[in-house]
Structures are given as C-alpha cells and as structure tokens.
Nanobody
C-alpha cells in the first residue's frame, strides 16, 4: 500500500522558517521524481519544487526560488522542503507527490503525479 505522509506544517510569522517532511512507503521511492505542490481554497494546485530520483536535477517555481530548498534522503525514503523567508502568500496546504518521470514543466502538471500525500497546512501571518 502506497503512503505519502507529510508533516512539519504550522503557523509562523512572515520572515520565519518551516521544514516540511514527506515519509514515503509502499513503492520504490528512489526510482521516482518527487515534488511539492501547494493549494489554497478556490485555486488550482501549483507546483513548488521537484527533484529527480538521484537528486541531480532540481526545479523550483519562480515564486520560491532562493527561499525554498527541496531535498531527499533515499536511505530514509523521505522528502524535505526547507522554507525560509516565508511570506503570507505562501499560506497553503502543501502536498508531496511522486511521479515516474519529471522535468521543470511537471510543476505545471499535477495530474502527471501518480501518488499523493494528504497534505500539511502552512499558515504565514503578516
């Protein structure tokens, strides 16, 4: 049974930091591209960052470049998102996702991801 379980969300003030984690199980984690998406009510899910199976290719949405860092630990089957200099517009439900392939444009195609977590809420106050 495939499971992606996010954790680490919470409420912070603008300028603060959070570190999200996504624990994966039930599939060959090290063979999949992993991504972080986020969604606010009434809006489409948007890609934040993606990382290749070996970690050699990483892509970010322009809105988070220089502030967020995606990483993965294949020995622990865990994906991370380090979020710094948080802004109120970063407030959203954050989801991790797994895809059998990937590239920068996969951030605009959430439908191409095979597995999804249940999400963790991030709230940034001004």
């Amino acid at each position: 049974q495939v499971q992606l379980v996010e954790s680490g969300g919470g409420s912070v003030q603008a300028g603060g930091s959070l570190r999200l984690s996504c624990a994966a199980s039930g599939y060959t984690y090290s063979s999949y591209w992993m991504s972080w998406f986020r969604q606010t009510p009434g809006k489409e899910r948007e890609g934040v960052a993606a990382i290749s199976p070996g970690g050699g290719a990483i892509y970010y949405d322009d809105s988070v470049k220089g502030r967020f860092t995606i990483s993965r630990d294949n020995a622990k089957n865990t994906l991370y998102l380090e979020m710094n200099s948080l802004k109120p517009e970063d407030t959203a439900m954050y989801y991790c996702a797994a895809a059998a392939a990937g590239s920068s444009w996969f951030l605009r195609r959430p439908d191409l991801n095979r597995y999804w977590g249940q999400g963790t809420q991030v709230t940034v106050s001004s």
